[in-house]
């Protein structure tokens, strides 16, 4: 149901869902957009504060309720935080839900694939899950068939053989891939092209921790192609989902009411958050500026704001966000435990190991770690834990240094972090508590 009670607490929230090309879900139980029957309910009650989030990869319909259960549920109990809101403070919360479940070993299920066996049937699961995830059709299905015949041969081959190396150039038609270019392109046009031999040696840097969702032997030898491939269709369906149906749907909700709109995304769902407010191309602007975003744990490039990347005469994709787009503070989130954002990130994006934390910026790097870098807005903070005291102010950007309470990727759901978010809401709202 789109509409979400939150189990033990008085609270619910609406879940909007949108397709893998942008457009919103027709699954209004009454028919029609779920968004349409929000908005009225916006005209009618007239909400103060409308806050929505974005979820990251791995998020299909049960999972993204139960984050958004755990992250609305957290928020809600800081109380406060929300009596500092006052007793005027009528809040609408939002949960964007957009497919991003990234393909990998868990798409058929535990103990289902035998890799390394002369079993070819038992590869064949795993087979269709890939072709579906990159779109399916048979510009797909013959290169991964390829792919897949031969790690079946050779499951523990380093060295590509041409054959493959020429089948991993037809997906990467197939499926648009366009990654390839400067830390300064968009989400999906930044970082490495598909190159699945470097991917093969970048395997190994991420199998020190968390990766995306891809699993166990799925990233070995012949196959690790096929994870740089899924990190990349991920984050152009963040990127395009963002910028067009999940923007027009927050520029619709602006033009209902004089609610201060307030913006929260994790790991990709941080892309999603900034398309949202970039709009189309990352230069469309929103009717009105959002009050506060909070990035946790960002799976996006620490230059996507910078003025002026280090080695170069070009800003990042996102720049045009700080002419105005957020009224109140910028808030991201870093933890030395996360080693999706840490590890994984850089070894899928520029197939390269830049995992480091604390020491000189890379040029492949996740907000995750590093933080907003390449503008004088940008400053480091500490998280505090609930009752701690923030001088958050508008305008500006906050790096908070969170090892201490955000323990991995997706451990996100603590008063600390929701502490933040009030926080942010509440210098945007010019109080203090």
């Not at 009225?40 to 990869?57: A, C, M, N």
């Not at 503070?329 to 435990?337: A, G």
């Not at 790097?365 to 102010?393: C, H, R, S």
């Amino acid at each position: 149901m789109p509409i979400q009670k939150i189990p033990g607490l008085d609270i619910s929230y609406a879940l909007i869902s949108f397709d893998d090309n942008g457009r919103e879900r027709t699954d209004d139980p009454e028919g029609g957009v779920f968004s349409r029957r929000v908005q009225e309910q916006v005209r009618q009650t007239q909400p103060t504060d409308i806050f929505l989030f974005s979820h990251g990869w791995k998020g299909d319909v049960p999972s993204a309720i139960d984050q958004y259960n755990r992250w609305i549920g957290a928020l809600w109990k800081v109380t406060a935080d929300r009596g500092a809101m006052g007793t005027a403070f009528r809040p609408l919360f939002i949960g964007l839900h957009w497919p991003s479940q990234p393909w990998g070993e868990e798409a058929i299920g535990a103990g289902a694939a035998a890799f390394g066996t002369a079993a070819g049937a038992t590869l064949e699961p795993l087979l269709r899950a890939a072709v579906a995830h990159f779109g399916g059709g048979d510009a797909v299905r013959q290169p991964l068939e390829l792919i897949f015949a031969a790690f079946e041969r050779d499951p523990a081959a380093r060295v590509l053989p041409d054959s493959v190396v020429s089948a991993y150039g037809e997906l990467a038609k197939a499926i648009g891939f366009s990654a390839g270019s400067g830390p300064d392109g968009a989400p999906d046009e930044e970082g490495a092209a598909l190159d699945p031999q470097a991917a093969v040696r970048a395997e190994r840097i991420a199998s020190a921790g968390e990766s995306f969702g891809l699993q166990g032997n799925v990233r070995n030898g012949i196959l690790a192609g096929l994870r740089q491939a899924s990190f990349w269709l991920m984050k152009h369906r963040a990127r395009t989902i963002g910028e067009q149906g999940m923007h027009q749907c927050v520029a619709d909700l602006e033009r209902t009411s004089s609610a201060q709109v307030h913006l929260m995304g994790h790991s990709f769902g941080c892309v999603v958050v900034s398309s949202i407010l970039g709009g189309p191309g990352g230069s469309t602007p929103l009717p009105r500026p959002v009050s506060s975003a909070v990035l946790v744990q960002g799976a996006m490039s620490l230059w996507a704001y910078a003025e002026t990347i280090p080695g170069t005469d070009k800003p990042g994709y996102f720049r045009r966000v700080l002419n105005g787009a957020v009224s109140g503070p910028i808030v991201t989130t870093q933890s030395s435990h996360d080693s999706a954002v840490g590890a994984a990130y850089p070894a899928a994006v520029g197939l390269v190991n830049e995992f480091d934390f604390g020491t000189e910026l890379p040029r492949f790097g996740g907000l995750g770690t590093w933080g907003i870098q390449g503008t004088p807005l940008a400053e480091k903070q500490t998280m505090q834990d609930e009752n701690g005291v923030y001088a958050f102010k508008p305008g500006r950007i906050y790096n908070l240094e969170s090892s201490r309470f955000i323990p991995d990727h997706s451990g996100i759901d603590g008063p600390q972090v929701a502490h933040v978010l009030w926080q942010a809401v509440i210098a945007a709202r010019g109080q203090r508590a």
